[in-house]
């Protein structure tokens, strides 16, 4: 949903955060303190570390998105390792992880497993756990399922149930113009136009909800030489063919029920030009006890790409403000 960047929220718990002006699109220190390839069920994923695990203030574990994504969408994340351990993984058949491409693999609960895997190699106690998008499911999985694991929980523009997602989108492709919303018709129906025509309706929907600023040249250096580009084959066999299509085996899921069984303080943070729009956070916030909704001016999905110092304070004055006293 769109907002009037300038009109205050009026809403419980929520905050609406002015984005900085002029940002420079600085690189963080990208080198991690520590990198290594942990064993997890089905084998075994690429984790790095920035920061100091030892530290007197818990680690956070950043959870990426896809299914199929990579560490490298948290790079603007990494000034946070100035004031505790910063967690990056690639889940299996992800980034630099390993990839058995076995879709028995493929399976919430597996993942769920996967970053309990991480914390106990680690040798973590607790730890802030933050879920973005597809992330944010396993993340919720994981609070539900190992509640003694962690500090707070943060969801970002999370995955909460693919009924809510789809609707959402819905919402959001009926503020595209009237064109670009006949080419989607047009290109899920049974004579579909050419594929540059169908790309380019959908690559205008990515640039109003998706991503507002193009990436960084550090980031995308920093990508190209890891080797890191979306998974397509885990996307498209849990999720679909692109964000507003579900066909995979993500389809009929539901996490909303587990909402209310969440202990640990509960952040949603989403961007006022989100895929999760402020009426659906809205919901999430009230149905998850205690839990609090900030949303950044000036950010779709990818919030942390598109205004990270504004991103990086508010999660850095939320850890800080659940670490144990």
Request: proline letters at 9%; hydrophobic letters at 45%; one cysteine or more.
């Amino acid at each position: 949903m769109e907002m009037d960047r300038r009109t205050t929220l009026a809403m419980a718990g929520a905050t609406l955060l002015s984005p900085a002006a002029a940002l420079a699109e600085t690189a963080p220190r990208l080198a991690p303190d520590r990198e290594l390839m942990v064993p997890v069920p089905g084998g075994r994923a690429y984790v790095r570390i920035n920061g100091d695990l030892a530290g007197p203030r818990p680690p956070v574990v950043m959870v990426h998105g896809g299914p199929g994504g990579s560490h490298g969408a948290f790079l603007p994340a990494l000034p946070l390792a100035r004031d505790r351990a910063v967690i990056l993984y690639d889940q299996l058949d992800c980034g630099l992880s390993e990839k058995p491409g076995d879709p028995a693999n493929w399976r919430v609960p597996r993942f769920v497993e996967e970053l309990e895997a991480i914390r106990a190699a680690l040798g973590v106690d607790r730890w802030h756990v933050l879920g973005h998008s597809w992330g944010g499911t396993v993340a919720l999985e994981y609070a539900a399922r190992q509640p003694e694991a962690l500090v707070s929980l943060v969801l970002q523009g999370p995955l909460i149930s693919t009924r809510a997602w789809m609707a959402d989108a819905a919402t959001l492709r009926a503020k595209l113009p009237a064109d670009v919303q006949a080419a989607l018709t047009a290109c899920e129906g049974a004579s579909p136009p050419p594929v540059a025509a169908c790309t380019a309706a959908v690559d205008a929907f990515y640039a109003r909800f998706w991503r507002l600023r193009p990436a960084p040249q550090w980031a995308i250096d920093y990508e190209q030489a890891h080797g890191l580009k979306l998974a397509a084959n885990l996307y498209n066999h849990m999720w679909g063919p692109n964000e507003f299509r579900a066909t995979g085996t993500l389809k009929d899921y539901d996490g909303e029920p587990l909402l209310k069984r969440v202990a640990a303080p509960t952040l949603f943070l989403i961007g006022d030009s989100d895929e999760v729009t402020p009426e659906t956070a809205r919901r999430f916030t009230a149905e998850t006890p205690g839990a609090r909704l900030e949303i950044i001016a000036g950010a779709a999905h990818r919030t942390q790409s598109d205004q990270p110092e504004v991103y990086n304070a508010a999660l850095s004055a939320w850890l800080a403000g659940h670490d144990p006293k």
